[in-house]
């Protein structure tokens, strides 16, 4: 079988989004099929595509392109004209795969009528990978009859949360009889709960892209810049790039937190992220279920979360951490002073946080989707 794996991948070369797909390549080589990557090209090859290329995968790039917005201003404009233009079309085209596998970032990233005749025109089986989904927007009126099409006319589709999967069925006004809700991989070495770290200062972690707008880091560090907190012994690490990353270092100067945040970088080891870290700290306003959440359960520390995506599907409110209402600046403050009440506890639901993902996890969704495709020929 050829498989054609699509990633709309635009914002960065590398996500947590991206792990699921990948692997699932990487599985399919094993299994003996035929595997073409279609990515963005970045100018030099990620280490996870560059192995896959020398395991046979067959990688083709597109020209870069930069998006911005909100994710229905991009489907209206830009990100429609230039995402899959003609010529990148055509360059699909000629691959005549058995089956696609599209893995989007957002449920509105292939829902135009290019990408529909493409997937139409190639008689290939279509699955889509949805790896986050905004809970407040709409998907627009040109685009909604394509959304609808292209979902029921898929063999498969797959959500990382099922918040994510009940948001699309809203947003496209249908039931989607042909979704599952799987797990994203976790990139860690081992399972095993990390030692926990008896500082009496109590470390905070956030782990991903630096994007402001998504993760909520605007509104973290506004929480954190409150009176009461300039009162308390904590440090604030950030592991990530992004291209908020100077507007956040001018927060930090805002708030006068230059002695308790600190901007980490890329870490390969997330061990050591939470060798160091009691908890992570989540006020996104959009998510699947966030890579870095599943790690640092696994790792046996808790999070405070807002009720975006699969995180509430993880993380119960004073069982094993806790869940903001709302990415807002009251109610992730408001978490986050029921967290320190609590600090004391904080190892105490760590732990319980590491019985509930090793209870929920499941780290075979490559194979489901690989194995769906073979059972189906």
Known sequence: MRILFISTMAGASWGGS?????????????????????????????????????????ISLRKKIFY???????????FIKKMFAANEIRALKKHSPDAIIISQGTIYECMFPEFEALAGSTGAKLSVITQANSEYETIPAAC?????????????????????????????AMKLEKANVVSNPANLRSYEICKWNESATVNF???????????????????????????????????GKGEDEAYLKELVKLYQLESNVNFKGFV??????????????MASTLEGTPLSLIEAMLSGR???????????????????????????????????????ARRAELHALGLAAGKTIAGQLKLDAHEQIINALEKSR
């Not at 963005?40 to 290329?53: F, R, V």
């Not at 911005?68 to 830009?78: D, H, M, T, V, Y």
């Not at 498969?156 to 947003?171: C, H, I, K, P, T």
């Open 302 to 340: 808790t999070a405070v979360v807002s009720d975006v995506g699969g995180n509430a599907e993880l993380i119960k409110e004073g069982i094993n951490g806790f869940v903001a209402e709302a990415p807002s600046v009251n109610s992730f403050g408001k978490a986050m002073e029921r967290m320190w």
């Open 68 to 78: 911005g917005g909100s994710a229905s201003q991009r489907i209206k404009g830009f």
């Open 205 to 239: 972690a956030f782990v991903g892209r630096l994007n402001s707008t998504v993760k909520g880091l605007g509104v973290l560090l506004q929480v954190l810049g409150r009176p009461e907190w300039k009162q308390r012994s904590w440090q604030l690490n950030l592991y």
């Open 144 to 172: 909604f009859e394509t959304g609808r099409n292209l979902f029921r006319s898929a063999f498969q589709l797959y959500f990382v949360s099922r918040r994510n999967m009940e948001v699309a069925e809203r947003q496209l």
């Open 18 to 58: 991206e792990e699921l797909w990948v692997k699932c390549a990487a599985y399919a080589l094993e299994k003996g099929h035929s595997v073409v990557v279609s990515v963005y090209d970045w100018g030099a090859l990620h280490p996870k595509l560059q192995q896959l290329k020398e395991k046979g995968a067959e």
């Open 268 to 281: 390969n080891d997330i061990k050591q992220v939470w060798e160091l870290n009691h908890v992570l700290l």
